[in-house]
Structure formats: C-alpha cells, structure tokens
C-alpha cells in the first residue's frame, strides 16, 4: 500500500488534476467575474460576452482585428538608445527594461503596421499596455513619427491606438519632449491633408492624453475606457469637489463632446472603414 500511495497516486492525480484546465480554458472578467470560456474570450477580441467589458488586447491582436482580412505588413522600428539618464529607483531602469522585455517578448511599447481597411490604405501604430503600462519614451516617440511618415510616403490614414499611463518617468525630460514630437508627426499629417483617427483604449492617461491622442480628426474611445491627464484622486483633492461616478469614462467623454463616439470592438473594423471611405475619397495633396 505504501508504494501505491507514494508512487501510483501521485501520477493519477497529476494525469486528472483540473487546475492546468482551469487556467488555460477560463478566463476571468474583470468586471462582472463572470468566467468565459478561452476561444469565446478570444473569437469577441477579449470582450467579455455577458457584460461587455473590454480588456486589455495585444497590439498584434488588435492590429489584426482592425485591418482587412487581418493581415498588415509590420513596419521596424529603429532602436532607441536604453536608459541614457542612466536612472535608478528601487531597481535601475535597464533592468526593469531587460525584465519587460524577457516578459512580453516585445521591444517596447508600440508597435507599428501598414495595411488596408475597407479598402483604404491605413498606418497603425498601437501601445501595448504590458510594457511598463504603455508609457511613452523616446522609443513610442519614435514609433509615432515613423508611422507618420511611413502614412505620408503611403498616401494613407495614420491611425494611433494609446492605451497608456503617460510619460515614462524614468527618461526624465527626454519623455516629455515626445509631446511636441508627436505633435509633429500629426501637424505632418494635417498638412498633407491625410486622415489621423485616434482609437481611445483603456486607460489613456497623462503625457499621452496632453499631445497627440486628443488631436485627431475623429475620437472613437472603447467602452468603459478611461480617459484623462490626472488621475480622479488628485482632481477631486485639487478642485476639492467630488466628481460623478462616471467621470473620464469614454461614455462621459462623449457627452461632453471630448470623443466623437463610443464603439465596441466587434464593431470597430467596419466603423471605422465607412469613416476612412468617407474621409478619403478625395485624393490628398501632396505633402510638403
């Protein structure tokens, strides 16, 4: 019996155990806790199919999701140089990069790809969240002013999907200076007379909101997503007021006239396509 209990048991419960199922084929909601079964989680974009709610969707995924038969051509980005401050808090900020990095399998936190919705010739450039919450160093910058001009040399859309905490704290003034950067790289497009559309993820907050995520030719925020520079809690402690519950929410954005409108991702693609249709039937002007 002893070698039955030590030996035999042990691998009849590894075989039936139901932990490995739990974690690979259920996915929580973070909004309603309802469990959802991995393929529905996926096939709706990570949207929970009982209360709607949108969770966080990989660059890639969304890319893919967004532009024609799913398919884009992902533009390279140059590397930047890491940690020219040389910075350090609880742990030095080459570190935290090599660490995101080993993580997410990502370079940093945009990503950039060139294809087509509805027919008409797009640039993206996403965030990914995973990397250090989205913040924007010279990296993201970078990735901004490549995507508008890799959209000038294409006669395409620029559109830019932030899903942010705003600058990264650890490049010092060198994240703050992509603000104008990124201010550039729509007055480009501006110029050339070609559509910039922002996509509003959840959250897109500080430097981010402060430059080019408020300055499209048409706001379209995902469903619940927060949306503002500061936080609610320095706001209310600031203005010494307290705020509606549903203060920076894209639905509250929108009735104030801060977006243009609320889309859930299943209906994102072809939204978005009949703007795009509308937007660019004229030809554009050639850059300056």
């Known amino acids: 019996m002893n070698w039955l209990s030590k030996n035999v048991l042990p691998k009849i419960k590894a075989l039936v155990t139901t932990e490995n199922v739990k974690e690979n084929l259920w996915v929580k909601c973070t909004s309603c806790s309802q469990m959802i079964f991995h393929r529905d989680f996926e096939e709706q974009f990570n949207t929970c199919t009982t209360c709607g709610n949108h969770m966080p969707l990989s660059p890639d995924r969304r890319i893919a999701m967004l532009l024609d038969g799913g398919r884009g051509e992902v533009i390279a980005l140059e590397k930047s140089k890491d940690d020219p401050l040389q910075f350090r808090d609880k742990k030095r900020y080459?570190?935290?990069?090599?660490?995101?990095?080993?993580?997410?399998?990502?370079?940093?936190?945009?990503?950039?790809?060139?294809?087509?919705?509805?027919?008409?010739?797009?640039?993206?450039?996403?965030?990914?969240?995973?990397f250090m919450g989205g913040s924007m160093g010279r990296a993201v910058g970078d990735g901004i002013l490549r995507a508008a001009d890799e959209a000038l040399a294409r006669k395409a859309a620029l559109i830019t999907v932030p899903s942010t905490g705003g600058a990264r704290m650890q490049e010092g003034i060198l994240s703050l200076m992509q603000l104008p950067r990124?201010?550039?790289?729509?007055?480009?497009?501006?110029?050339?007379?070609?559509?910039?559309?922002?996509?509003?993820?959840?959250?897109?907050?500080?430097?981010?909101?402060?430059?080019?995520a408020m300055l499209g030719d048409i706001h379209i925020a995902e469903p619940g997503a927060i949306i503002g520079f500061a936080g609610r809690r320095v706001i209310e402690e600031t203005v010494r007021e307290k705020l509606p519950e549903n203060f920076q929410t894209a639905e509250y954005l929108m009735e104030h006239g801060m977006v243009d409108m609320v889309t859930p991702r299943s209906k994102q693609h072809d939204v978005i396509g009949r703007i795009l249709t509308m937007l660019m039937d004229h030809p554009a002007k050639a850059a300056e």
């Not at 950039?112 to 990914?128: C, Y």
């Open 94 to 130: 080459m570190d935290r990069l090599k660490d995101t990095r080993s993580k997410t399998g990502v370079q940093d936190a945009i990503m950039v790809a060139a294809g087509t919705i509805n027919g008409q010739n797009v640039v993206i450039a996403a965030f990914d969240f995973r």
């Open 182 to 212: 990124t201010i550039i790289a729509v007055n480009k497009m501006k110029t050339a007379g070609l559509p910039y559309i922002v996509l509003l993820a959840h959250p897109t907050t500080g430097g981010v909101t402060a430059s080019f």
